[in-house]
């Protein structure tokens, strides 16, 4: 299956997320072997590198882990394709400007039949790609922008709503980052096992983390590490990446973060 992995920081943090090592676990053993992105947020703007290709043999991929680009938002996605095809266009995180600031979107999950729904006809014209998921985004977006609020409470209840919505659909595992705050919505996921891919059960995201008494600490994983944590920091990844210190996130919950504080947290 997909996966998911994105960090808030109070400071700009180094994460050397390293996108061939995490997806040759998961291409060779769990077949994510369709496109791989990262995004690094900066103020109103991100560098974001993407590639339909395998992250696993990937030379940019590769560039991209040697020079990590310090940040205090964080958001990758290796993709297991099940709507679209292996393409640019298909490949998460999907971004737009809006009002001046690059908003980016992530999914792991299927959201069956969201092309029926009468508010997505209008959009679909305007999707890049052909992905479910690419879809949602212009829907969420649009529902924000009637919405006209810059609170991020308010904002949270609108995406929290949007995911309730989309949890009727399929799995619904959503990062999405509107160029100053985090949004996270946690659902259900499917699981590779030796007997194949499990129904889609709990937890599809997890979350770590860091206080002011994790200051200085080096954290390491395969296939990511921060070489000196300063926090508050929060790690939010679709399967465990280490043994310790990780939390199932039940379904239904969301949350809204800015700089690693979490703003606003509710179950929809």
């Excluded at 922008?145 to 959503?174: K, Y």
Aim: glycine share 8%.
């Amino acid at each position: 299956m997909c996966e998911l992995f994105a960090m808030s920081a109070a400071v700009p943090h180094t994460v050397r997320y390293e996108l061939d090592l995490f997806a040759a676990e998961g291409g060779e053993k769990h077949r994510n072997r369709d496109g791989w992105g990262i995004l690094f947020a900066q103020d109103r703007d991100a560098y974001l590198f993407r590639e339909p290709d395998p992250a696993a043999t990937s030379e940019l991929s590769q560039m991209v882990v040697r020079n990590e680009r310090p940040c205090k938002h964080l958001m990758a996605h290796v993709r297991r394709a099940s709507s679209g095809e292996p393409a640019l266009a298909n490949t998460h995180p999907f971004d737009r400007v809006v009002q001046g600031k690059r908003n980016a979107f992530a999914h792991n999950g299927d959201l069956a039949g969201i092309e029926d729904r009468g508010d997505a006809h209008k959009f679909i014209p305007h999707r890049i790609g052909e992905t479910d998921s690419e879809l949602a985004f212009l829907m969420l977006l649009d529902r924000l922008r009637i919405s006209g609020s810059t609170d991020a409470a308010a904002r949270l209840d609108v995406f929290a709503r949007f995911a309730a919505e989309m949890r009727e659909l399929g799995s619904a595992n959503f990062l999405f980052y509107d160029g100053e705050h985090l949004f996270v919505h946690a659902d259900r996921r499917r699981f590779e096992t030796e007997d194949g891919l499990t129904e889609p059960r709990e937890p599809g995201l997890n979350i770590r983390s860091f206080g002011g008494n994790n200051r200085g600490d080096r954290w390491q994983t395969r296939g990511a590490s921060i070489e000196e944590v300063s926090g508050p920091l929060h790690l939010f990844a679709s399967v465990p990446l280490d043994p310790e210190g990780w939390s199932p996130l039940p379904r239904g919950t969301a949350m809204v973060l800015k700089d690693g504080e979490i703003v606003s947290q509710c179950m929809s």
